[in-house]
């Protein structure tokens, strides 16, 4: 397929602006989206760019702008879910609103994006599904309890679609990222509604650490897109596309100590199943 139709969420900024400004310069065509579409109406000058307004909350905003997509260019390849937040503060010190919300933007969000689509992708017979992931679903911090959660909840259920969809000749990825020099922590990171006493040496550490780092990640969300337009392009896609040097030692890591748990309680976990009949 020469030129591809991208449906990206989330192109305000960060991750879904550079990606989107890349589609538009490889020759692809793209349906950017942003809550607030004023945001993105330099796309709009594009002969290849089409912006709509998109809540992933809204299921009424989520129909819409399938529509508006489908009627633009006629079909979607490329479905990419971006839009998100995060959510810092101690499970016990985030309100049962926040974490709510947190899970409905970063897990039901996608979700109703993905359903939404589906129909389309399965009628035309391929397509590509995208889901941002994050670093805290390859290994979670004290502070990124419901963050990493809804995170990890994409995964799984990424990895279901990927089976399920395979048949219609529609691939899913998924897209773990580092620390990326956007303004994700600066504009997009929520803090818990309350402050507890102790937790200032887990959380509230992780909280402070991510303030210090704020402009000064090591990823390029340039090369980043890049990365992804090569995912995209591939002939065997990735189930996992882990981006930069942060994230591929914190898979490495995480390997290692999850055999090395199973290896040292392997006596008590292996011998429960029923004898051999």
Request: charged share 25%.
């Amino acid at each position: 397929m020469d030129t591809r139709v991208w449906f990206i969420t989330g192109c305000s900024s960060g991750f879904g602006k550079a990606l989107a400004e890349a589609v538009l310069e490889s020759g692809d065509r793209l349906i950017g989206t942003a809550r607030d579409v004023r945001s993105i109406t330099d796309f709009d000058q594009f002969d290849r760019g089409r912006t709509c307004a998109l809540d992933v909350t809204d299921p009424v905003s989520v129909a819409a702008a399938r529509q508006f997509a489908l009627e633009a260019w006629g079909r979607v390849d490329v479905l990419v879910n971006n839009a998100g937040y995060g959510l810092v503060g101690a499970v016990e010190e985030c309100s049962e609103e926040q974490i709510r919300r947190c899970f409905e933007t970063n897990f039901h969000g996608p979700l109703r994006v993905i359903r939404e689509f589906l129909p389309a992708l399965r009628a035309q017979g391929r397509g590509h599904i995208v889901n941002l992931s994050a670093a805290a679903a390859i290994s979670n911090y004290a502070g990124f309890g419901a963050y990493g959660g809804a995170k990890a909840a994409l995964e799984l259920l990424s990895e279901s679609l990927r089976a399920e969809l395979a048949p219609f000749g529609i691939r899913v990825s998924l897209v773990q990222p580092g620390p990326f020099r956007t303004d994700f922590i600066a504009r997009s990171l929520e803090k818990a509604e309350a402050t507890i006493p102790g937790y200032e040496r887990s959380s509230g550490k992780f909280g402070r650490f991510l303030e210090t780092l704020s402009g000064r990640q090591p990823g390029d969300p340039a090369k980043a897109a890049q990365a992804i337009l090569a995912l995209v392009r591939a002939d065997s896609p990735p189930m996992r596309l882990v981006l930069g040097k942060y994230a591929h030692e914190k898979v490495r890591r995480r390997c290692g100590e999850l055999e090395r748990e199973r290896a040292a309680w392997e006596s008590v976990g292996l011998p429960t199943d029923f004898p051999p009949a």
